[in-house]
């Protein structure tokens, strides 16, 4: 992907719409700021625009080069936004002014309330996935000890008696 990355930037040099930044988080000096964006995994993209949150979005199209310029050609740069109301249609214009009508603390109370609902739902994933997975790894040990007290050398003989019996004109292969 690095090369992808790199190819994209020169892309967009001199392009005062769109930066293309390139941040290591496991070196010391980067982990604040990955920590204050969100970053947990590697490789993670995300881009800000007028209408992202402050935070950035995060990026989940494709990783090769061509998919990177074709999103930003259509996504990144000047958009929609009350800052560019000129480049929103009558039902865009309507949402902004609406919601430019409502007092600060009314608006901070919906992203709040809406921030909420998306960590209780990723608290409740993992707390979620935490449990299954102890109810995995408690059936592999089941199974695993089952599997165990079932392979008995009682059985191999009986296998080998089996085998025998099912066919018994059989020779012993010579290497």
Avoid: H
């Avoid at 590697?42 to 494709?62: A, R, V």
């Avoid at 609406?98 to 609902?117: C, G, H, N, S």
């Avoid at 960590?119 to 089941?142: G, H, I, M």
């Amino acid at each position: 992907m690095k090369p992808a990355w790199e190819k994209l930037e020169e892309s967009f040099a001199g392009n005062d719409n769109v930066a293309i930044i390139d941040v290591d988080c496991t070196k010391d000096d980067s982990k604040d700021l990955c920590s204050k964006y969100g970053v947990k995994g590697y490789p993670t993209i995300k881009y800000f625009t007028d209408s992202t949150d402050p935070m950035g979005d995060k990026y989940e199209g494709g990783r090769d080069y061509d998919a990177l310029k074709e999103w930003c050609d259509e996504n990144l740069g000047p958009s929609c936004s009350p800052k560019n109301i000129e480049l929103c249609d009558t039902a865009q214009v309507a949402d902004i002014e609406k919601y430019q009508a409502m007092p600060e603390a009314d608006l901070q109370t919906m992203v709040d309330a809406a921030t909420k609902a998306a960590e209780d739902a990723e608290a409740t994933f993992k707390t979620e996935v935490e449990k299954l997975q102890k109810t995995y790894e408690t059936l592999s040990k089941d199974k695993d000890e089952a599997v165990a007290a079932a392979a008995t050398p009682e059985l191999r003989v009986v296998k080998q008696v089996l085998g025998f019996m099912k066919n018994p004109a059989s020779t012993k292969d010579e290497l």
